[in-house]
């Protein structure tokens, strides 16, 4: 199954990423390298996440946990939504999941 990523979500991680880089050099590319290293593992099992949202949203979870990769599987393909920061508070991430 191929992904297909959201402007949003493709903003979510350039974002994530940029503060990173700024952060601690190199940090951006780790976390880039954990996120697509995700991907590759829902494509070949796109099931594999637990239900968050809705009862189609589903996530998993990237970089020490800390940040959530929302998907929803769909005939077409995996569709990546966002890509938060889970530290935030919850209220704050089903928010930014209403539109899904």
Known sequence: MNAVWT???EADVQHIYERMEAWDEGTGD???DEVLA???MLEAFPHIGPL???????RVLVFNRFYGLFY??????LILH???DLRQD????TRKL???
């Open 38 to 40: 995700s991907v590759r």
């Open 72 to 77: 929803v599987v769909e005939n077409r393909g």
């Open 30 to 32: 780790r976390f880039y």
């Open 90 to 93: 919850p209220e704050s991430v």
């Open 82 to 84: 966002a890509l938060l």
């Open 7 to 9: 402007l949003g979500a």
């Open 52 to 58: 968050v949202h809705k009862g189609k949203v589903r």
């Open 98 to 100: 209403r539109g899904i």
